[in-house]
């Protein structure tokens, strides 16, 4: 069974950086997809960033240019680099893993973002 664990975030003010660590365990597969989404208060999950076992990457537009999603080589783990955080950007961030039909999530971690 995959497991996931986020770390990383916390409170920064507008402009300032944050860095999310997701370390997963229990047999992560280089042919899976894994990613970063967020769900702020009143709002639905949507996806941040993800990334194949080839390293090929994908953005949503609100946060192209700004953040970058990548991974260690033995895919233990993948981060989320956010740049230029902005007040919008605070959400629940959570660590995803899917493999065909299998699919997991880690517990999430709280980013916020002051004006």
């Known amino acids: 069974q995959v497991q996931l664990e986020e770390s990383g975030g916390g409170a920064v003010q507008a402009g300032g950086s944050l860095k999310l660590t997701c370390s997963g365990s229990?047999?992560?597969?280089?042919?899976?997809?894994m990613g970063w989404y967020r769900q702020a208060p009143g709002k639905q999950r949507e996806l941040v960033a993800t990334i194949t076992g080839r390293g090929a990457t994908n953005y949503a537009e609100s946060v192209k240019g700004r953040f970058i999603i990548s991974r260690t080589t033995n895919w233990s783990a993948i981060f989320l680099q956010m740049n230029s955080l902005k007040p919008e950007d605070t959400a629940v961030y959570y660590c995803n893993y899917r493999r065909q039909t299998y699919e997991v999530w880690g517990q999430g971690t709280q980013v916020t973002v002051s004006s």
């Open positions: 229990g047999g992560i597969s280089s042919l899976s997809v």
